[in-house]
């Protein structure tokens, strides 16, 4: 089911792990940002899309991870976008033999077959210098950093004050750091303080997981995501209540627990 949550803009969210995927209304179709995550889940999106009279102009995905890359045949044959640095590791890492069942090896295995591969990381680099998505539509402004993950982008929705972060400013998950950078730490420090400067025209935050957040809530998560990753810097144990007695997801503090070690180990 559609939920507006701004003006000419609705998100739909999957059972996996409150995963949101946003759509905005355009001129000549909506754009698509993440599409969602089980076979049944993106068809239903695609029919409520079609009983509303909508039609897909484009598609974008904030980063190459498995779950921000599908896609269902309902949807349309259009363009699928991410920023160039996701587009070129989305392209290495489907490329060759056996990225299938790389790619499943990846996804929880209550849900493995309920999520549809065949699309899965067919986009394409954004045109020109990436920093805005090209559709008949209202202006898409694409914040790139690298925090979460080699190609990751929140999109502001400027005239709608929507923010869609990507895996940033949940209110479920605490910051997930990339490892694969040299300065995990800095890099997300830098992110938040990427966020942080167009926070104040934002009413509306989407997180990739989570629950959407209201006016003022943008500043309050990227402080909550700063205290986490300043905590991690430090050495220091965060009070973060995503690890604490009430986690949404009971498996959270187990991924801060792997953080710490993985960063203690560098
Ligand atoms: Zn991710």
Same mark, same amino acid.
């Given at each position: 089911m559609l939920e507006p949550v701004a /003006?000419?803009?609705?998100? #739909?969210?999957?059972?996996? &792990?409150?995963?949101?995927?946003?759509?905005?209304?355009?001129?000549?179709?909506?754009?698509?940002? /993440?599409?969602?995550?089980? /076979?049944?889940?993106?068809? &239903?999106?695609?029919?409520?899309?079609? /009983?509303?009279?909508?039609?897909?102009?484009?598609?974008?995905?904030t980063h190459p991870h498995w779950d921000h890359l599908l896609? #269902?045949?309902?949807?349309?044959?259009?363009?699928?976008?991410?920023?160039?640095?996701?587009?070129?590791?989305?392209?290495?890492?489907?490329?060759?033999?056996?990225?299938?069942?790389?790619?499943?090896?990846?996804?929880?295995?209550?849900?493995? #077959?309920?999520?549809?591969?065949?699309?899965?990381?067919?986009?394409?680099?954004?045109?020109?210098?990436?920093?805005?998505?090209?559709?008949?539509?209202?202006?898409?402004?694409?914040?790139?950093?690298?925090? #979460?993950?080699t190609g990751h982008a929140a999109l502001l929705v400027a005239d709608r004050g929507v923010l869609v972060a990507g895996d940033m400013l949940s209110d479920a998950l605490v910051p997930m750091l990339d490892g694969m950078g040299a300065d995990p730490i800095g890099d997300y420090l830098g992110a938040l303080d990427l966020l942080e400067a167009v926070a104040g025209d934002v009413d509306v935050v989407i997180p990739g997981h989570g629950s959407v957040g209201g006016r003022g809530c943008a500043q309050k998560r990227i402080a909550l995501d700063r205290a986490y990753v300043e905590a991690l810097r430090d050495g220091r144990e965060p009070d973060d209540p995503r690890i604490g007695a009430s986690a949404v997801y009971d498996w959270v503090p187990d991924l801060h627990a792997g953080q710490v070690e993985r960063l203690a180990q560098r």
């Open positions: /003006d000419g803009v609705r998100v #739909h969210v999957s059972e996996f &792990c409150s995963s949101n995927a946003v759509v905005v209304d355009g001129r000549g179709g909506v754009l698509l940002i /993440d599409a969602g995550i089980l /076979d049944e889940e993106l068809a &239903c999106l695609a029919r409520d899309l079609e /009983d509303s009279g909508r039609t897909v102009a484009a598609g974008f995905s896609w #269902h045949a309902r949807l349309g044959d259009v363009p699928r976008y991410g920023t160039a640095h996701a587009a070129e590791l989305v392209r290495t890492r489907l490329s060759g033999p056996g990225w299938e069942a790389r790619v499943a090896s990846m996804i929880p295995a209550g849900i493995v #077959h309920r999520v549809p591969m065949a699309l899965l990381g067919d986009i394409t680099a954004l045109p020109g210098d990436g920093t805005r998505i090209p559709w008949n539509g209202t202006e898409v402004r694409v914040l790139e950093h690298r925090a #979460h993950a």
